[in-house]
T-cell receptor, first 114, second 114 residues
Framework: DAGVTQSPTHLIKTRGQQVTLRCSPK?????VSWYQQALGQGPQFIFQ???????QRGNFPDRFSGHQFPNYSSELNVNALLLGDSALYLC?????????????FGEGSRLTVL | AQSVTQLGSHVSVSEGALVLLRCNYSSSVPPYLFWYVQYPNQGLQLLLKYTSAATLVKGINGFEAEFKKSETSFHLTKPSAHMSDAAEYFC????????????FGKGTSLLVTP
């Protein structure tokens, strides 16, 4: 049973560029959430996708956008990259109707912005 | 919104000693609380969760946590530390303002010495 998979694992971008990160949820899960984890900090909630729609959003600017596909996989897009966007981006999946808050995390995509 | 505070960003214990990682929560409603562990260069893994059932919750790898409403605490303990327990530990609470998104603490880094 494959867990949550994310790609790429590492990437380097320069300020002003755009980046797309990808996530495949755990088998059977229909909800994908994205978190940003800055160095030495806890993960911060970016947004959650369910039924191909953004359902919840944290305190992140519109430069952060996402998408969910019919197969439940998801993308996170960040435009006009800033140095402060350097972080580990974590994807987490869950089953919406379970409503327990239990999340299954991928290993993350580490973004470095130069 | 609900939040958690982890006391002590770094904790060092000897192998075989008691592990105690502290977490206090702030919530106006009965909280759902979680402990996650993050090993180096990996995603987060659920250790245990409290969902208003038993106040003493047992998790994986010998960890347990006790929900104390009077102290608004949810401390994580393990009777005897192993070298393999060295990792970053995060306490989290469901944010009811963001569906079932999690609000994480800043984390506690556990060091286990021989």
């Amino acid at each position: 049973d494959a867990g949550v998979t994310q790609s790429p694992t590492h990437l380097i971008k320069t300020r002003g560029q755009q980046v797309t990160l990808r996530c495949s949820p755990k088998s059977g899960h229909d909800t994908v959430s994205w978190y940003q984890q800055a160095l030495g900090q806890g993960p911060q909630f970016i947004f959650q996708y369910y039924e191909e729609e953004e359902r919840q959003r944290g305190n992140f600017p519109d430069r952060f956008s996402g998408h969910q596909f019919p197969n439940y996989s998801s993308e996170l897009n960040v435009n006009a990259l800033l140095l402060g966007d350097s972080a580990l981006y974590l994807c987490a999946s869950s089953y919406m109707t379970a409503n327990t808050g239990e999340l299954f995390f991928g290993e993350g995509s580490r973004l470095t912005v130069l | 919104a609900q939040s958690v505070t982890q006391l002590g960003s770094h904790v060092s214990v000897s192998e075989g000693a008691l592990v105690l990682l502290r977490c206090n929560y702030s919530s106006s409603v009965p909280p759902y609380l979680f402990w996650y562990v993050q090993y180096p260069n990996q995603g987060l893994q659920l250790l245990l969760k409290y969902t208003s059932a038993a106040t003493l919750v047992k998790g994986i790898n010998g960890f347990e946590a006790e929900f104390k409403k009077s102290e608004t605490s949810f401390h994580l303990t393990k009777p005897s530390a192993h070298m393999s327990d060295a990792a970053e530990y995060f306490c989290a609470v469901i944010n009811s303002n963001s569906g079932y998104a999690l609000n994480f603490g800043k984390g506690t880094s556990l060091l286990v010495t021989p």
